[in-house]
């Protein structure tokens, strides 16, 4: 039996992802026009119903009236231009691959355009609706904003990279901007998914259940993007590592204790800690597997770029557990939050804000190598010997 080649396996993928963002890009349109009109078309919550129960989707429809009521305008504006962004994503990618230059760069204006409109809608509901009123709690009002800021952080910056000619840094900002709108239908997908596993929880609890590490997978999925397409063996101007063996080993070793204790903590607070603990260990174990083994391997094979990059994300993944903890009694004196929700939070916000910070310092990595090409091109000039003047 043949197994898949790498090409297959790319290909594969962005089927995938480009199904589900055209399957979801309705449904996100027309999400909030029930709210607007009784009666309206609601695509998502017709197939939510049917996928577990109509009681499911009612009981979570029913607390949204009032919050989404006072910001109806800014959140149907959020919801329609996300379910054009859906559309727009696969696209750009299709015109990149088939390098359509033009079409790629005018497609592109209009994504960043409807991005920063989009955000804008998501902030003026964030702004209006007090954290305790959000969708399952402050948690999950403080993951929006989270998301909020990544996404306008990610296409700034993938902006300011294609406008400073570095293409590979541009892709991998545009990816990570994408994966944090991706954050959307992969929710949409966990309403229906985790009941078939956790029978009972209703949606608020489901909710709380995925963003302990929707984060951290659409993070680890902009990275594997990243690297897929990048398959160059090495980069000029980059020698040695910014992320040394001393460095890897400390932010294990802080990584660890980190984890030891939202461990524990979790562990205290009964089947809804365990429960919650699951759902972030075990993407997180995976995450951390998949970069160990694959730096290891650019390693032996001499791709040396390639184990940079892995080894830098890596050690933010593991430095996220310490973000975690320290952001917790932040959110505990800012936010007035019981410790089990502060701490919640900051558990959800730890892997993608680290990726942003990764996907940062890689950036500042190719930007240096630049530079030290640019010196090596320029000849230093030698200074001359001095003339001996006469004496008078």
Not at 183 to 202: I, N
Not at 209 to 221: D, E, N, Q, R, T
Request: charged share 15%; glycine share 8%; proline share 6%.
């Amino acid at each position: 039996m043949r197994l898949p080649t790498k090409r297959t396996w790319r290909r594969g993928a962005a089927i995938a992802v480009t199904v589900v963002c055209v399957a979801y890009a309705p449904i996100a349109m027309t999400e909030l026009w029930p709210y607007a009109r009784s009666g309206a078309p609601a695509f998502g919550e017709w197939l939510l119903s049917r996928a577990v129960s109509p009681r499911y989707v009612a009981d979570a429809l029913a607390t949204r009236i009032e919050p989404y009521r006072h910001s109806l305008l800014p959140m149907i504006l959020h919801s329609v231009l996300g379910g054009v962004l859906m559309l727009l994503g696969p696209a750009q990618l299709l015109t990149a691959a088939r390098r359509r230059t033009r079409l790629h760069h005018a497609l592109g204006v209009v994504f960043a355009v409807t991005v920063y409109a989009s955000m804008a809608g998501a902030g003026l509901y964030l702004v209006r609706t007090a954290p305790e009123d959000a969708f399952s709690g402050a948690a999950f009002w403080i993951v929006l904003a989270t998301i909020l800021v990544g996404t306008v952080l990610s296409v700034t910056f993938g902006i300011l990279a294609a406008v400073g000619g570095f293409p590979d840094l541009h892709q991998r900002w545009m990816l990570l901007c994408y994966g944090f709108l991706l954050t959307a239908p992969l929710l949409r997908l966990e309403w229906g998914g985790l009941p078939l596993l956790l029978p009972g929880l209703s949606m608020a609890e489901i909710n709380q259940v995925a963003i302990m590490h929707l984060g951290s997978v659409v993070a680890f999925g902009a990275l594997i993007a990243s690297r897929t397409l990048d398959r160059r063996t090495t980069v000029d101007g980059v020698s040695g590592s910014w992320a040394p063996l001393p460095v890897l080993a400390a932010a294990h070793l802080a990584g660890a204790a980190a984890l030891t204790w939202i461990a524990s903590s979790y562990l205290d607070f009964g089947a809804t800690g365990r429960r919650l603990l699951l759902a972030y260990l075990l993407p997180y174990a995976v995450t951390y597997v998949v970069m160990v083994t694959s730096a290891r391997r650019a390693g032996r094979q001499g791709r040396t770029w390639a184990r940079e990059e892995w080894r830098l994300h890596l050690t933010a993944l593991c430095l996220a557990p310490v973000l975690s903890v320290g952001a917790a009694p932040v959110f505990e004196r800012t936010l007035g939050l019981d410790h089990h929700t502060a701490l919640s939070a900051g558990v959800t916000i730890g892997c993608g804000l680290l990726a942003v910070a990764a996907t940062s310092v890689v950036s500042l990595r190719v930007m240096y190598a630049r530079e030290l090409r640019k010196r090596a091109a320029v000849p230093v000039a030698r200074p001359t010997s001095p003339t001996a003047s006469p004496i008078p």
